[in-house]
């Protein structure tokens, strides 16, 4: 059967811990001593970029380089060639002075090579970086997402401009609803009477199927009361105020057999846990729709030209008579590690005044979006995002321009309302105008908290494990049934295979984090 995305990523987190492990003994040192060398004005600095978007994204960083009196030579590397391209670079000893973006290096590959990387902590301050200092004074959740438990700060945050609270959601072919005279389905009795409805009535529908991006399981849990977070969390959430993983509460367990009656019905796909990301793709993309519910960030995204033909599914009262949502705004808006600096860096303190100018509203819409008369425009209100040019998306135009969903950014989303956009199909404006309706049923999720050394050591083993047991079970248990009579067991081997020192790290790491906000 096919393990979920989450595990493939859980798999190259260990391998990439082990290789930034043995690279560690290779870390170099040898120009710590110059960090704070007032006369150098030039670095270099390397970001890696899902695409070959060209070199346009570097020009306002590039503007912001000269207000400051420096400049920036880019080492611009491919996503899907930096995992070999990152161990060479590690390994060789000459690194660039920066490293931008937080898809650069894992948590475990910074604490591993962390002899190559400074402090930052006497940079941020009221003299050397203002903007960021104040940041981090109105966004005290930033501060504590840098901070490592030893209390050491090795990497810049960001937060992002016009993001919404909710995340993934479910989409559902309003215009089968309508041509089957059925109302949008506000409860999960109501969606089995909808999915069994488009079964019995739509030739080759099938009612719920996975899109390839979003996990099926969890999505179709969420009116159990069984919310995911991020990718890369661990599928760790907070239930009534405590630490829980969710393949381990009751609501999961009521969930799975909710799902496998579902499945048993014939309402879920059946290659749901078998086909690869292509082939789900392959369904809900199709020209000829078959699809009736599926998850994802924007109908678009999931349907692609069918999208007008499906609309957001509201959240569903489940059992316990509430509606949830996923959202984790803490991970999909927020992030640290957006910058590294490395013991190469010379006059870090002017490096660090060009860092800091990023944290400004102004920057931010222009690193996200483009410089203004490019991507946005300045307006006596606040910012208009510009309509794409030529044949370019929205989401590629931004990409062509900026840094996107990279590099340091400041940003309070009460300033959501000062922008507007030229093209209403915007995929941030559409997604916005969803959050507005559903962010209402939010709830908190795990913090983007930090581990120590150690605690990442140990993550990487124990979580490897216990989510590939958990969702080999799961893949079971939805297709052919038992998890009631299997579920003493299956706790039991997760505690034998370390779910009790896996908890105790989260809650511990919680702890610090709710700590660190007092």
């Given at each position: 059967?096919?393990?979920?995305k989450k595990i493939y990523f859980?798999?190259?987190?260990?391998?990439?811990l082990?290789?930034?492990?043995?690279?560690?003994?290779c870390?170099?040192?040898?120009s710590?001593n110059n960090?704070?060398?007032?006369a150098n004005?030039n670095?270099?600095v390397?970001?890696?970029?899902?695409?070959d978007w060209g070199t346009?994204?570097?020009n306002?960083?590039?503007?912001?380089?000269?207000?400051a009196?420096?400049?920036?030579?880019?080492?611009?590397?491919?996503?899907?060639?930096?995992?070999?391209?990152s161990?060479?670079?590690l390994a060789s000893g000459?690194l660039?002075?920066a490293?931008?973006?937080?898809n650069?290096f894992t948590?475990?590959q910074?604490?591993?090579?962390?002899?190559?990387?400074?402090p930052?902590n006497?940079?941020?301050?009221?003299?050397?970086?203002p903007?960021l200092?104040?940041?981090?004074?109105?966004q005290?959740?930033l501060?504590?997402?840098?901070?490592?438990?030893?209390?050491k700060i090795?990497s810049l945050?960001?937060?992002?401009p016009?993001?919404?609270?909710?995340?993934?959601q479910?989409?559902?072919n309003k215009k089968?609803?309508?041509?089957?005279?059925?109302?949008?389905?506000?409860?999960?009795?109501?969606?089995?009477?909808v999915?069994?409805?488009?079964?019995?009535k739509i030739?080759?529908?099938?009612?719920?199927a996975?899109?390839g991006?979003v996990?099926?399981?969890?999505?179709?849990?969420l009116?159990?009361g069984?919310?995911?977070g991020a990718?890369g969390?661990n599928?760790?959430?907070?239930?009534s105020?405590?630490?829980?993983?969710n393949?381990n509460?009751d609501?999961?367990?009521?969930g799975?057999?909710a799902m496998?009656?579902?499945y048993?019905?014939g309402?879920?796909?059946?290659?749901?846990y078998t086909?690869?990301?292509?082939q789900?793709q392959?369904?809900?993309?199709?020209?000829?729709?078959?699809v009736?519910?599926?998850?994802g960030w924007?109908a678009?995204?999931?349907?692609?030209?069918n999208?007008k033909?499906?609309?957001?599914?509201p959240p569903?009262?489940?059992p316990?008579?509430k509606?949830?949502?996923m959202?984790?705004?803490?991970?999909y808006?927020?992030?640290?590690n957006e910058v590294?600096?490395t013991?190469h860096?010379k006059n870090v303190?002017?490096?660090?005044?060009?860092?800091?100018?990023?944290y400004?509203?102004?920057?931010?819409?222009?690193?996200f979006?483009?410089?203004?008369g490019?991507?946005?425009?300045?307006?006596?209100?606040?910012?208009?995002?510009?309509?794409?040019?030529?044949s370019n998306?929205?989401?590629t135009q931004?990409?062509?321009?900026?840094?996107?969903?990279?590099?340091?950014?400041a940003?309070?989303?009460?300033?959501?309302?000062k922008?507007t956009?030229?093209?209403t199909?915007n995929?941030?404006?559409v997604?916005?105008?969803?959050d507005a309706?559903?962010?209402?049923y939010?709830?908190p999720?795990?913090?983007?908290?930090?581990?120590?050394s150690?605690e990442?050591k140990t993550?990487?083993t124990?979580?490897t494990?216990?989510?590939s047991?958990a969702?080999?079970?799961?893949?079971?248990?939805?297709?052919?049934g038992?998890v009631d009579?299997d579920w003493?067991?299956?706790?039991?081997?997760l505690?034998?295979?370390?779910?009790?020192?896996?908890?105790k790290?989260?809650?511990?790491?919680y702890?610090r984090?709710?700590k660190?906000?007092?």
């Open positions: 059967m096919k393990q979920h859980a798999a190259g987190a260990a391998t990439l082990i290789s930034a492990f043995l690279l560690a003994g870390s170099s040192n040898s710590s960090a704070d060398n007032t004005k670095f270099e390397a970001t890696v970029r899902w695409s346009t994204f570097q306002y960083p590039n503007e912001l380089a000269k207000n009196g420096i400049t920036i030579k880019w080492d611009t590397y491919l996503n899907a060639n930096w995992p070999d391209k161990a060479t670079v000459k660039p002075d490293f931008i973006g937080s650069a948590d475990q910074i604490s591993q090579n962390q002899a190559d990387f400074i930052l006497k940079y941020i301050n009221s003299t050397d970086m903007n200092t104040k940041l981090l004074k109105e005290p959740q501060k504590s997402m840098i901070t490592n438990p030893d209390g090795y945050p960001k937060t992002s016009m993001r919404p609270t909710v995340a993934n479910l989409f559902i089968w609803l309508d041509q089957l005279g059925l109302q949008m389905p506000t409860t999960y009795d109501e969606f089995v009477n999915l069994e409805q488009f079964k019995a030739p080759g529908a099938v009612p719920y996975p899109s991006n996990d099926p399981t969890f999505s179709y849990l009116p159990f069984v919310r995911d990718p969390t599928d760790v959430s907070i239930e105020g405590k630490v829980v993983w393949y509460t609501n999961y367990k009521t799975i057999a496998h009656d579902a048993t019905k309402l879920i796909d059946s290659g749901t086909e690869n990301t292509t789900m392959n369904k809900t993309l199709a020209k000829n729709e078959t009736g519910v599926s998850a924007t678009d995204a999931v349907f692609g030209a999208a033909d499906y609309a957001a599914l569903l009262k489940g316990d008579g509606a949830y949502v959202s984790d705004p803490e991970h808006n927020e992030s640290r590294l600096v013991t860096a303190k002017a490096m660090m005044k060009w860092l800091d100018s990023f400004t509203e102004d920057a931010a819409i222009q690193n979006y483009g410089q203004f490019v991507g946005t425009q300045k307006t006596s209100d606040g910012y208009t995002v510009l309509k794409p040019t030529g998306s929205s989401d931004a990409w062509i321009n900026s840094l996107r969903d990279f590099g340091p950014k940003w309070n989303s009460v300033e959501n309302s922008v956009y030229q093209d199909t995929g941030d404006a997604k916005l105008q969803m309706q559903y962010k209402k939010a709830l999720a795990y913090p983007n908290v930090t581990y120590s150690d990442l993550l990487s124990i979580s494990q216990l989510t047991y969702t080999q079970q799961e893949a079971l248990w939805v297709t052919k038992g009579s003493s067991a299956y706790q039991k081997k505690k034998d295979m370390g779910l009790d020192k896996f908890m790290i989260q809650q511990d790491a702890n984090y709710k660190s906000l007092k």
